[in-house]
């Protein structure tokens, strides 16, 4: 336990002062995440101010997330860790390791025709019949292009009218144009309980209450979604079907089913993110299909061909279109028309089919590698994973705390994202990260890596107690 004696300000209620003190020490260093704080009573004591004073600050602490209580056991200071795909923690003293093996992003393993890609953004550049598109073009892009978009759509068997797809600069854009549209500041928006964060950083930037919604193995929950909808009075859903992200979670047909049903008794918009589903063929029916009026869906071409693209696509009611070009027009002006004829003809020459079928190949490959060399470790952890997946949920052992896991990794050479990153609410999941395969290089550095992760899950955490 430390001897923390925060420096408190006059001008706002006790318990803010020493919730705010604490914030500010963390940041200056001076309490490492994983301190144990001192008890409500002794602090209450050191500074003269009453037990249920510590508590609420305690408690105001641990709903912005700077500390968390564990029963038996104290409050803690949490791990900081920024709305990104975190290597390592900021207090990680471990430096960076030499050769690092950053396994932390979702990348797309290296394409199977390297020079696809720039030599059709050279044919572009260089075709005189492409002059137009080094200019302005409308919010909404050309019609060639939201063509293109709905072609690209349908392969998950959603059909749209070109009319209801906004060209994007990727997925990112997308979430955002979406949530922008469909919500106002201080609005509730439901999410998987673990979920992608950049729907967090979207959140922060348009002033939204994030609820966390339980999930199973088969992604949301159909009765906890009902419940959140009453609880919170939330109107819009932000939800990851396919190989949802970090969980890797697939949702059945029939449970897709379900959620519809929910949402559509309850009055709830669906933004789906489908950035994963050209993974599996036949890909998975969106959950947009299944609510025409009521659900917007957006994929990207960053996971599948190219992620410097930036090219993606938001399909959408006719009802949001107006305030979704509003929201484009205020972020980015128009798409990019360079990017989206590159795409378009990545597209229409089969490329793009073939650059995705070799993606899903790799993913496949990979997948097998984690079957021999991480499902097999005994060591008391949960593989969580699907055979076509980019990534795993790998949750520890329970000798393992998350913060210490990903530094040990990293001074090992192997970076990985930490689990609280995707976590949702005051209390974070189980101890868990997650695990990016098409980030390897190769296969060979990928089973380096594996092999390094799944020995460490074997040994005993080294014993770090903060003294102050």
């Not at 959620?259 to 009055?267: D, F, H, K, S, T």
């Amino acid at each position: 336990m430390t001897s923390w004696m925060p420096t408190l300000r006059s001008d706002v209620p006790r318990y803010l002062a020493i919730a705010e003190a604490l914030a500010g020490d963390m940041q200056a260093g001076r309490l490492p995440a994983g301190s144990k704080l001192p008890t409500h009573r002794d602090l209450a004591f050191r500074l003269g101010v009453t037990v249920g004073t510590v508590t609420r600050a305690y408690a105001e602490a641990e709903r912005r997330g700077l500390v968390i209580g564990e029963v038996g056991r104290g409050t803690f200071v949490r791990a900081q860790v920024p709305d990104a795909p975190p290597s390592a923690y900021p207090g990680d003293k471990g430096g960076r390791a030499e050769g690092l093996l950053d396994l932390s992003m979702n990348l797309p393993a290296s394409p199977c025709e390297p020079e696809a890609v720039p030599d059709t953004l050279a044919a572009v550049a260089q075709d005189p019949q492409a002059r137009h598109l080094f200019g302005y073009t409308g919010t909404l892009g050309l019609p060639a292009h939201r063509r293109m978009g709905a072609d690209w759509l349908a392969r998950t068997g959603l059909e749209v009218a070109p009319e209801g797809v906004v060209p994007t600069l990727g997925a990112q854009h997308a979430m955002f144009l979406a949530c922008a549209a469909v919500t106002e500041p201080g609005d509730a928006l439901l999410v998987e309980e673990s979920t992608f964060y950049g729907i967090k950083a979207v959140a922060r930037t348009l002033g939204l209450r994030l609820i966390g919604v339980a999930t199973d193995r088969h992604g949301l929950e159909p009765a906890a979604l009902d419940a959140a909808v009453r609880a919170s009075g939330a109107r819009a859903l932000y939800a990851v079907p396919t190989f949802q992200n970090p969980t890797t979670s697939v949702m059945p047909q029939n449970r897709r089913d379900e959620i519809a049903e929910v949402c559509r008794r309850q009055g709830v918009t669906v933004i789906e993110d489908d950035i994963y589903s050209f993974l599996l063929d036949p890909a998975p029916l969106p959950l947009a299909a299944r609510l025409p009026d009521q659900a917007m869906v957006f994929t990207s071409l960053s996971k599948s061909i190219a992620p410097a693209l930036r090219v993606g696509w938001l399909a959408a009611p006719e009802q949001w279109i107006e305030r979704i070009t509003a929201a484009a027009r205020a972020t980015t002006i128009m798409p990019n028309p360079l990017m989206q004829e590159t795409a378009r003809r990545l597209i229409e020459s089969g490329t793009a089919d073939r650059l995705a079928a070799g993606q899903r190949a790799e993913a496949a490959a990979r997948q097998e590698l984690v079957a021999r060399i991480l499902r097999r470790t005994n060591s008391g952890a949960t593989v969580t994973t699907h055979p076509n997946s980019f990534h795993v949920w790998l949750q520890l052992p329970p000798d393992w705390r998350t913060e210490a896991f990903v530094s040990a990794a990293r001074r090992r050479g192997v970076a990985v994202a930490a689990g609280e990153v995707f976590s949702v609410g005051r209390v974070p999941g189980p101890p868990a990260v997650r695990i990016c395969l098409a980030a390897a290089p190769d296969r060979a550095g990928l089973e380096r890596g594996l092999s390094t992760l799944a020995g460490l899950l074997t040994e005993q955490p080294a014993l770090e107690i903060p003294l102050v």
